[in-house]
């Protein structure tokens, strides 16, 4: 299970990590990226933010000062 946060809400999906040979146990990071999500962490990622929220966000930051708080309370009432 995985936790995706789009700009339409937050999602949580069952996803399938690659096991091909060329590709490193342990990158699940790099894995996301790919996809194109962004992962909250490193280590163990379990949530992973689509590029389209954080541009939502970066918007909303800039021009309306909106605090992370604000904006999750909004894309949570969204889901």
Request: charged fraction near 15%.
């Amino acid at each position: 299970q995985i936790t995706v946060v789009h700009s339409s809400g937050i999602f949580s999906h069952t996803i399938s990590w690659c096991t091909c040979p060329n590709v490193p146990r342990g990158e699940r990071h790099l894995q996301l990226l790919w996809a194109p999500l962004f992962p909250a962490s490193i280590s163990r990622p379990e949530t992973a933010f689509t590029f389209d929220v954080l541009d939502h966000y970066h918007i909303d930051n800039l021009e309306s000062k909106t605090t992370t708080t604000s904006f999750f309370s909004k894309l949570l009432r969204l889901t």
